[in-house]
């Protein structure tokens, strides 16, 4: 009946991780009682969140009775030069979690798993140490998470996925922009819940139907945070402040559903929001309330942002492929400072 110890810091979680633990899985198969223990290791100092890691891997196995997930959360030392009984301290961890056996297996992708099983007294099973059958490296991924984003483990992709909303005016270019970039910035793009609902339902707009329109554009938003995975960002052509501005604008509703839809927006806002330039032609829309004119400036939606001390960037150009390029590089900057202390983090 032997077990299966897999040690683990996972500063980024990813697909190499858990390639690991289905190894281990495999190497238990033939016992039905023997049980995979992932010792997920977290310290203060360290970039991400350690419950948020080690949440992440057990929510990965959460209906797999043959793995135990546990959590060492400890300033421990990392390498042997750090401590003089360094492999004994660390084989007393690994104790705290697990009645080790001669017969079990201590299973790593390194070749310090050698001198932990020693010390443990049990068995060393190496795993893709060359990294040729999943051929992912935590470092590389931390790196460079843009790039890396699929490999990283999709029940942590969220924590790190950023949300844009392209906010403003009506037609001034929010769809039209935020699907490009979607297209190119390898995103995905989620339209506006109430255009789609009111060009099934009736261009008619009553309490009723905006009560409507802030749960299900509430939906889509928690659908897409948390049910979308392998690419870094989520662009939408509109958010719920985008909901509560029009609300607003439409002068409809109780004062308890001005409080829904304002409740809702804050429990779902976004990381970044784009403010689109209003200086450009306006494109006549049934399903606007302006008609076949704009009802709000730019400056409303600008106001609306400041009023909830939501983080935004305001275009400056009119010409679709000067905006284009400017949210472009807006976008790798806004990027590049929420992860830099991941990204430049050394062990």
């Given at each position: 009946?032997?077990?299966?110890?897999?040690?683990m810091?996972?500063?980024?979680?990813?697909?190499?991780?858990?390639?690991?633990i289905?190894?281990?899985?495999?190497?238990?198969?033939?016992?039905?009682?023997?049980?995979?223990?992932v010792?997920?290791?977290t310290?203060?100092?360290?970039?991400v969140?350690?419950?948020l890691?080690?949440?992440?891997?057990?929510?990965?196995?959460?209906?797999?009775?043959n793995?135990?997930?546990?959590h060492?959360?400890?300033?421990?030392?990392?390498?042997?030069?750090?401590?003089?009984?360094?492999?004994?301290?660390?084989?007393?961890?690994?104790?705290?979690?697990?009645?080790?056996?001669?017969?079990?297996?201590?299973?790593?992708?390194?070749l310090?798993?050698m001198?932990?099983?020693?010390?443990?007294?049990?068995?060393?099973?190496?795993?893709?140490?060359?990294?040729?059958?999943v051929?992912?490296?935590?470092?590389?991924?931390?790196?460079?998470?843009?790039?890396?984003?699929?490999?990283?483990?999709?029940?942590f992709?969220?924590?790190?996925?950023?949300?844009v909303?392209?906010?403003?005016?009506?037609?001034c270019?929010?769809?039209?922009?935020a699907?490009?970039?979607?297209?190119?910035?390898?995103?995905?793009?989620?339209p506006?819940?109430?255009?789609?609902y009111?060009?099934?339902?009736?261009?008619e707009?009553?309490?009723d139907?905006?009560r409507?329109?802030?749960?299900?554009?509430?939906?889509?938003q928690?659908?897409?945070?948390?049910?979308?995975?392998?690419?870094?960002?989520?662009?939408?052509d509109?958010d719920?402040?985008?909901?509560?501005?029009?609300?607003?604008?439409?002068?409809?509703?109780?004062?308890?559903?001005?409080?829904?839809?304002?409740?809702?927006?804050?429990?779902l806002?976004?990381?970044?929001y784009?403010v689109?330039?209003?200086?450009?032609?306006?494109?006549?829309?049934?399903?606007?309330?302006?008609?076949?004119?704009?009802?709000?400036?730019?400056?409303?939606?600008?106001?609306?942002?400041?009023?909830?001390?939501?983080?935004?960037?305001?275009?400056?150009?009119?010409?679709?492929t000067?905006?284009y390029?400017?949210?472009?590089?807006?976008?790798?900057?806004?990027w590049?400072?929420?992860?830099?202390?991941?990204?430049?983090?050394?062990?």
């Amino acid at each position: 009946m032997p077990n299966a110890i897999v040690l683990m810091t996972a500063l980024v979680p990813t697909i190499g991780h858990k390639y690991l633990i289905d190894y281990a899985k495999n190497l238990i198969s033939d016992s039905w009682k023997g049980k995979v223990h992932v010792i997920v290791g977290t310290m203060d100092r360290e970039p991400v969140d350690g419950k948020l890691r080690y949440y992440s891997i057990g929510d990965t196995y959460l209906h797999d009775r043959n793995v135990v997930v546990h959590h060492l959360h400890r300033d421990v030392p990392q390498e042997p030069d750090e401590h003089p009984d360094f492999w004994n301290q660390w084989s007393r961890i690994v104790r705290e979690f697990v009645d080790v056996q001669p017969e079990d297996y201590f299973v790593a992708s390194e070749l310090y798993g050698m001198d932990m099983a020693r010390v443990l007294g049990c068995k060393f099973m190496p795993c893709n140490r060359y990294r040729e059958t999943v051929p992912v490296k935590g470092t590389d991924v931390r790196q460079n998470l843009l790039s890396n984003f699929d490999q990283i483990l999709p029940e942590f992709q969220k924590h790190i996925r950023k949300v844009v909303t392209i906010f403003g005016a009506e037609s001034c270019g929010k769809t039209t922009m935020a699907r490009a970039l979607a297209n190119d910035l390898n995103g995905h793009f989620v339209p506006e819940w109430a255009r789609e609902y009111l060009e099934t339902v009736g261009a008619e707009v009553t309490d009723d139907r905006m009560r409507d329109i802030v749960q299900g554009q509430a939906a889509l938003q928690k659908t897409a945070r948390n049910d979308l995975f392998n690419k870094p960002f989520v662009f939408q052509d509109t958010d719920l402040f985008s909901t509560v501005g029009y609300y607003r604008l439409w002068g409809g509703g109780t004062d308890q559903d001005l409080d829904v839809a304002e409740h809702s927006a804050k429990q779902l806002k976004s990381d970044f929001y784009i403010v689109m330039n209003d200086n450009i032609p306006f494109e006549a829309d049934p399903l606007r309330y302006g008609g076949d004119k704009r009802e709000s400036g730019m400056q409303y939606w600008i106001d609306l942002l400041d009023e909830f001390k939501l983080p935004y960037y305001v275009v400056k150009n009119t010409d679709w492929t000067m905006q284009y390029l400017e949210v472009c590089s807006t976008l790798q900057h806004f990027w590049n400072k929420e992860t830099a202390h991941i990204c430049d983090y050394i062990r």
